[in-house]
Nanobody, 123 residues
């Protein structure tokens, strides 16, 4: 299973970035998906999750109203639109997949993790 994230970069506070994760090696629609991030010296934290169909999303309080998670099951792609970025959003962002047979979203217990992409927000 491969879950490489892309789309990171350097942006000023208040700016936007769109992250993508192009999945391969799994039956994409059988998995709930999530985004996580890890800042230097901190533990990895949950950012957002989406269920297998894309109809249900769940966000960490710190990003609610600014980030939007979405998926395209036809293209095996997971996205994270990040608006109104803040310096505290600076981190390496990872996508993850969890095999599921229900329509729930999850903030943990993921089976597969991808390579991250660096997001740096300058003040």
């Amino acid at each position: 299973v491969q879950l490489p994230a892309s789309g990171g970069g350097l942006v000023q506070a208040g700016g936007s970035l769109r992250l993508s994760c192009a999945a391969s090696g799994l039956t994409f629609s059988l998995y709930a998906l999530g985004w996580f991030r890890q800042a230097p010296g901190k533990e990895r934290e949950f950012v957002a999750a989406i269920n297998w169909s894309g109809m249900s999303q769940y966000y960490a309080d710190s990003v609610k109203g600014r980030f939007t998670i979405s998926r395209d099951n036809a293209k095996n792609t997971l996205n994270l639109q990040m608006n109104s970025l803040k310096p505290e959003d600076t981190a390496v962002y990872y996508c993850a997949a969890r095999r599921t047979s229900d329509g729930r979203t999850y903030n943990g217990g993921y089976d597969y993790w991808g390579q991250g992409t660096q997001v740096t927000v300058s003040s």
